[in-house]
């Protein structure tokens, strides 16, 4: 095999494996959302903290109840997601109201979750509005 032949070779296995492993990556990042930071840090970081003090009147409007607030928080979602810069890195992490929103709406496949993988997603999104907004 001549020294192009070789180079053109190289440069196609980078362009394959590049994206493979690119989605490996985010397959394996996405697995590890939905384990919450402590509130005072999720309440730290400005947009987080913004999102959270919305969600937080949200939910006690609702009775502390996750399934109500879940429904009643759409319409601010899709502005704080239109408006807020970057709002989608801290939803996974820090925005558990959001995060539970996304996990009823777009369902465990959208993720890779296997079934006991979603519902962990679920409780923790589910405990963290518990432990941030009451």
Excluded: W
Excluded at 27 to 50: N, P, S, T
Aim: charged share 30%; hydrophobic share 40%.
């Amino acid at each position: 095999m001549g020294s192009a032949t070789l180079q053109t070779a190289q440069k196609l296995i980078k362009c394959i494996t590049a994206p493979v492993l690119f989605f490996l990556s985010v397959g394996i990042k996405l697995k590890i959302m939905f384990e919450f930071v402590k509130k005072q840090e999720a309440f730290e970081e400005y947009r987080a903290d913004f999102a959270n003090r919305v969600c937080q009147l949200v939910y006690s409007k609702c009775g502390n109840d996750a399934e109500k607030a879940v429904k009643e928080i759409e319409p601010l979602y899709y502005d704080f997601e239109e408006n807020v810069r970057n709002i989608y890195e801290l939803i996974g992490n820090y925005i558990p109201l959001f995060a539970y929103y996304e996990l009823k709406k777009h369902g465990a496949d959208n993720y890779g979750f296997d079934k006991k993988e979603y519902s962990e997603a679920l409780s923790n999104a589910k405990s963290a509005c518990a432990e941030y907004y009451e």
